[in-house]
């Protein structure tokens, strides 16, 4: 079984015990020699152990630092190209675009606008996770009404999808903090519109024993078992073959994941592939009483 102290640790003490039998006869002068050697034995392996540790998370710091500017200089780089590309468009002046055009273009451009506001957004939520910042603001909130204001941004941004909301008219009150909750709910619409060409996306809510569920499930392209279960590391983005890669960091889910849990909540996905997607996540029922107090 393996000790805070290691194997060196133990056979420190083995050696304690043993000089405590054998050599308590013979004289505390000697056996304060082999006492203090065992201190410093075990002091040096403790050493180790945190000398240890500190390379293990700067080598993961690296790994970090670096997956972060790859993920900056793609997925920042494409948005501002393309920003880039209509503005110098609509600016010349040997080209007249019709009205039409010049709204298409300004679409694109204000849609990629977004996209880089949430790419800044999430690397900044993620370093302030990282940094165990996330401070939650709850209040009593109405989900199905946060829920559909999500939706109706979404749908906004697709033609080809239908998003519907279902919610049981009862729906109790949640405590939790509103802007959160939203952003969980962006990120998860967000994917289902993302990961599918097309088709229904139903937001569903349901009330369990002590918690709701929310879920959200596309027809989209799935995830295939192995790939589930690596779905809420930083950074862990899916290559689907044969498709256009669409712009994101691989952060929104562990984002999601860390608010969710810090509610006291739960998150996961199922899926099949080839027919779509359905991710879960769970919200506690605090007691009114309880409930009042914490807000
Ligand atoms: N509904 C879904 N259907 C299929 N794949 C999904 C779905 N949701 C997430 N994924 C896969 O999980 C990966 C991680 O998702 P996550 O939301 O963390 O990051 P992202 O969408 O790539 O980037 P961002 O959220 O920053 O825009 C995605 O890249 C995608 O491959
Ligand atoms: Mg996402």
Not at 273 to 283: A, D, I, N, Q
Request: glycine share 8%; charged share 30%; with cysteine.
């Amino acid at each position: 079984m393996p000790t805070p102290l290691g194997r060196s640790g133990v056979c420190a003490f083995k050696v304690l015990a043993a000089s405590l039998f054998g050599k308590l006869a013979g004289g505390s002068a000697a056996f304060a020699r082999t006492a203090a050697g065992v201190m410093s034995l075990c002091k040096d392996r403790a050493g180790a152990l945190r000398r240890e540790e500190a390379t293990r998370l700067a080598r993961e710091r690296d790994t970090m630092r670096s997956e972060l500017i790859a993920v900056l200089s793609h997925e920042m780089r494409t948005p501002l190209a393309s920003i880039k590309g209509y503005v110098t468009a609509l600016l010349r002046e040997d080209v007249k675009w019709d009205e039409k055009t010049q709204r298409e273009f300004l679409e694109i451009i204000d849609r990629e606008t977004d996209t880089l506001t949430q790419v800044i957004t999430e690397i900044l939520d993620a370093s302030a996770l990282e940094a165990g910042g996330l401070e939650l603001n709850k209040e009593p909130i109405l989900l199905p009404k946060l829920v559909q204001k999500v939706v109706d941004e979404i749908s906004r941004h697709t033609r080809d999808h239908r998003l519907l909301v279902c919610f049981p008219a009862d729906f109790p009150v949640v405590v939790a903090d509103r802007l959160r909750i939203e952003q969980v709910m962006r990120n998860l619409l967000d994917n289902a519109v993302k990961y599918s060409d097309g088709g229904l996306v139903v937001t569903r809510g349901e009330v369990g024993e002590n918690e709701v569920i929310v879920s959200v499930a596309d027809q989209g392209v799935g995830i295939k078992p192995e790939q589930l279960n690596r779905l809420f590391e930083r950074f862990y983005r899916i290559k689907n073959e044969g498709r256009k890669s669409v712009v994101g960091t691989g952060l929104g889910l562990p984002i999601a994941r860390d608010i969710v849990e810090k509610h006291g909540g739960r998150i996961w996905a199922e899926s099949q592939v080839g027919k779509g997607t359905t991710f879960f996540f769970t919200l506690p029922l605090t007691p009114p009483a309880t409930a009042a107090e914490e807000v």
